[in-house]
């Protein structure tokens, strides 16, 4: 991987230094552990402020989480039951954002309890955010929510993107308040069964699903559900449970799969397809990890293009006039014998039903086959999808993902 050089400062702060939009966008998770002092706290008072160098108080956002790791929802039923409901305890977590990271203060914010040191392992910065809870003395910030939810329409509105589900899956992507530029998000499965005498197909209005429920904050909004596939003759897959996790400018979402036999157990040459049905993005550009020149999407598929379905990159992205959409696609240790292969195709003609429009202009995703390693246990894959300006870089994006940011909380009295 080619990555662009990055600058490195001289532990400067946050505040002096310029804080590049690839690293600004994260929003950072504190764990409730970590924060004794704020125990008890109800988690609509704790505050956290900025200092830049005066301080300001800015978004902030707890959730709470069960001992199993399942959050408390807003809406719905996701089976989480928190030992000390409304209040941060030991397994809850604090969010802040790094761009809104400061500098350290004297004299500290009124109520602040601890200070929040965020170190940046490539760019050689810190930066300081202060944490505190409400006594009724401390005004609560106004409301500022970065991450706009509809439940009834099953609808997340980013600062850029807005997305809507149909069922399990999306199949509606606006940009800056545009058209719907998403066909479908597509999933191809095909596997043989009955020691290989009938192959099964399966496509994503094959899949169901269930919305739980919905956790909404001014930092992230999590949706959860549970997805499962029937597969004939009284037989289905798993049921998967998955939080997706909308910020501002990114989608993150983290899926676990367990299995109680191996992947092979019932079947063979099990091949699965996921990408996104994208209805016209002409005009755009296919960037990969080591070709930053890219590939123009002009609705016609050529030799080179069809040459990238041998891949197998890390990331992708699709950058367009005032945006770039950046795709990562992991998998888990237990998944490292699987092959991923990079799927491409760039072609307004073609039909590959079901689908709303003809066409795929782009579809681009990846492709799943040799399964015969995988055993049974608990398995995961990990998508994230970022919304980036046209100036910021993919390449030094996935630098900083792979380098997160250290965290020091300190009590300040």
């Not at 200070?115 to 409400?134: I, K, M, N, W, Y």
């Not at 998955?242 to 191996?262: G, N």
Request: hydrophobic share 40%; glycine share 8%.
């Amino acid at each position: 991987m080619v990555l662009v050089p990055l600058f490195r400062y001289c532990l400067l702060s946050a505040a002096e230094a310029q804080m590049p939009v690839e690293r600004g966008l994260e929003v950072i998770t504190v764990a409730g552990r970590d924060l004794p002092a704020l125990h008890g706290c109800r988690t609509r008072d704790v505050l956290a402020w900025s200092c830049r160098p005066g301080c300001e108080p800015i978004p902030c956002q707890v959730d709470e989480v069960d001992p199993n790791g399942r959050y408390v929802l807003d809406t719905g039923d996701g089976g989480a039951h928190d030992e000390a409901p409304g209040v941060l305890d030991l397994t809850d977590v604090v969010l802040v954002q790094v761009a809104d990271l400061g500098s350290d203060a004297n004299p500290l914010p009124l109520g602040a309890r601890y200070r929040l040191r965020v170190a940046d392992p490539l760019l050689q910065t810190e930066g300081v955010v202060f944490l505190g809870c409400s006594d009724g003395s401390v005004p609560l910030p106004p409301p500022s929510a970065r991450v706009q939810v509809d439940v009834g329409a099953d609808s997340v509105q980013m600062r850029r993107l807005k997305v809507r589900f149909s069922g399990p899956l999306p199949n509606f992507l606006a940009i800056d308040g545009g058209p719907n530029v998403l066909d479908r998000l597509k999933v191809r499965a095909q596997a043989r069964f009955l020691f290989g005498l009938v192959t099964i197909r399966r496509n994503e209005s094959d899949l169901e699903g269930q919305v739980l429920g919905w956790r909404v904050g001014p930092l992230r909004a999590i949706r959860a559900q549970q997805q499962w596939v029937h597969l004939g003759w009284g037989i289905r897959t798993p049921t998967l449970h998955s939080y997706a996790f909308f910020y501002p400018d990114y989608l993150d979402v983290p899926v676990a799969l367990r299995l109680r036999f191996r992947a092979t157990h019932f079947f063979s040459d099990i091949r699965i397809r996921g990408y996104a049905d994208f209805r016209d993005l002409r005009g755009w550009t296919l960037v990969l990890p080591d070709d930053p020149m890219g590939y123009a999407v002009d609705g016609r598929m050529t030799a080179a293009e069809a040459a990238l379905n041998t891949l197998d990159p890390l990331w992708f992205a699709l950058s367009g006039p005032n945006l770039t959409l950046v795709q990562y696609f992991g998998l888990s240790r237990s998944l490292q014998s699987v092959k991923r292969r990079f799927l491409y195709r760039d072609d307004a003609e073609s039909a590959l039903p079901p689908e709303a429009v003809p066409g795929e202009v782009p579809g681009v995703g990846y492709e799943l086959t040799d399964w015969r390693a995988v055993g049974s246990g608990v398995h995961s894959l990990h998508v994230m999808s970022f919304a980036l300006p046209r100036e910021a870089s993919p390449q030094r994006l996935i630098a900083f993902q792979q380098r997160p940011m250290a965290l020091k909380p300190e009590l300040t009295r």
